[in-house]
């Protein structure tokens, strides 16, 4: 009996010691100060790593801290299969800004859909990527059939330093990405100084341990101008702009989080740009527009000489969707 209850309080302390460590590998988690890690120069790196890549837009950039971080996991979300072109696109323009002094956006990149993922909203479509100024020549793509095996294809690629960026995509909720995978993926991207995106569709944002997490949905497009520039620039009522997303910082641990912001994508020079209100509430778009921008198709029957108008104040991110290809 003396023996048992001996046998009990030892496995009870080895469970408190157990927790102990957990709770201090999450503490050191928060409080790692991430520009500047041992793990970002390990492996005989002699040089200490750019620590962001700056999206080219100062407000949004100030709050990151310098950008997103490249030696880190980043997750994006959307919660809905609609703004799966916008989630898409947003990623192909952040894999090809002309921001990153260092090679970025030439750099290859692996792109794992996990299962379900092409699904509903389709495979990658090499033209629509190519539009938004990607180079699907760069492009890995590998669709393995279970998660599982999706998540070491990324801890595996996350270690090397031959890639430019990982990128995970995952469709739903998903207990398999808790805090203990999203630990392991982020420590693995501090140590080969190399990014990890973790996109996610139709999900709700859940504990990990990525630094920073946004959320995207497909924006409005304004009207294109032609000659821009030039004496003779112009805008062109009832054209389509380029495509825009509707940004919001979830989660910042390098500065305040809850700001939303409305970036258009400008593939030819390969930057983001902000229309004239650069920042703006949901509401604000409604009332201006008449259409939730995210729905993106234009309700024709009215009169017919709006339905050119229409069809550019409700655009959303197309070559965005353009991007996805549906057989």
Request: charged letters at 25%; one cysteine or more.
């Amino acid at each position: 009996m003396t023996m048992m209850l001996r046998k009990q309080v030892a496995v009870r302390e080895t469970q408190r010691r157990a927790l102990a460590r957990l709770r201090q590998d999450i503490a050191d988690i928060e409080k790692r100060d991430v520009r500047f890690d041992a793990a970002a120069l390990s492996y005989g790196q002699t040089e200490k790593p750019k620590m962001f890549l700056p999206l080219g837009v100062a407000d949004l950039d100030q709050k990151l801290g310098g950008g997103l971080m490249r030696p880190a996991l980043t997750e994006i979300y959307t919660d809905g299969a609609r703004d799966a072109g916008a989630l898409t696109g947003l990623m192909a323009a952040i894999l090809s800004l002309s921001t990153a002094t260092d090679g970025w956006s030439q750099k290859p990149v692996l792109w794992i859909s996990a299962a379900g993922v092409s699904g509903e909203t389709g495979a990658l479509y090499g033209a629509g990527l190519r539009a938004l100024g990607f180079d699907p020549t760069r492009l890995f793509l590998t669709a393995p059939k279970r998660l599982e095996d999706a998540l070491w294809i990324c801890e595996e690629a996350a270690r090397t330093r031959g890639l430019g960026a990982t990128v995970l995509d995952v469709r739903g909720h998903t207990a398999k990405l808790d805090l203990r995978e999203t630990r392991r993926l982020h420590m693995r991207a501090q140590a080969s100084t190399q990014p990890v995106f973790l996109l996610r569709q139709s999900a709700l944002p859940q504990t990990s341990a990525a630094p920073q997490r946004l959320t995207v949905k497909a924006s409005t497009s304004h009207n294109s101008e032609v000659l821009s520039g030039s004496d003779f620039a112009e805008i062109r009522p009832g054209s389509i702009g380029p495509p825009g997303f509707e940004i919001t910082v979830d989660k910042n641990r390098n500065g305040p989080a809850g700001s939303t912001y409305i970036l258009h994508w400008n593939a030819h020079e390969r930057i983001f740009f902000t229309p004239p209100k650069s920042r703006t509430d949901r509401s604000d778009t409604f009332t201006q527009h008449g259409l939730a921008a995210g729905r993106g198709r234009p309700r024709y029957g009215a009169q017919n000489q709006n339905q050119n108008e229409r069809f550019s104040t409700s655009a959303t991110a197309t070559a965005a969707e353009a991007a996805h290809f549906i057989a």
